[in-house]
């Protein structure tokens, strides 16, 4: 293999590279997700939400207190392993 080709390898390598982020809760209680950086957010909401016995439709996702996309992915996000993302329940209505 020529020296070219090992650089693309590593290149390609990096990319497929997966990162840890934490969800964290109301409570503070964290749930990490091993995920590449290419993987949508819109499957991690997806995938927390039933692991918590919830719908998807009443968590909201925060990160630095914005919402996250659903097509958002750690890449676009600019998200490095260990990152925290925030959960919260939706809160409709009210007295």
Not at 55 to 70: H, K, V, Y
Not at 76 to 85: A, C, G, N, P, S
């Amino acid at each position: 293999m020529s020296d070219t080709e090992n650089n693309d390898v590593k290149r390609d390598g990096e990319k497929g590279e997966p990162i840890t982020i934490r969800v964290r809760d109301q409570t503070g209680e964290e749930t990490f997700f091993k995920i590449k950086k290419s993987t949508k957010m819109s499957k991690v909401f997806e995938t927390y939400a039933t692991r918590k016995g919830v719908q998807s439709a009443s968590l909201r996702f925060l990160l630095d207190g914005e919402r996250i996309p659903a097509d958002a992915t750690p890449k676009t996000l600019e998200l490095d392993d260990q990152d925290q993302i925030d959960c919260m329940l939706e809160q409709s209505g009210g007295f």
